[in-house]
């Protein structure tokens, strides 16, 4: 199955490290992505995190629907 594609978040959100403690997936993406030298890998890292958060962004949709 074939998802709709995303764009890449941006360096700035790539470099936020406000919650680069935080235990999620986003953390983990970003603390990959400051270690990386690879500009191949980061922008790979940029796509995942943006489709990380359009998951968390659905999931929370579809638990705020089942509430109702």
Known sequence: ????????????????????????????LRRIYLRTESEDSKLELRLAMAMAKKMQNKLEEYKKASEN
């Open 1 to 28: 199955m074939s998802y709709e594609r995303v764009e890449p978040v941006s360096v700035g959100t790539m470099i936020n490290e406000k919650h680069i403690n935080h235990h999620s997936i986003c953390a983990t």
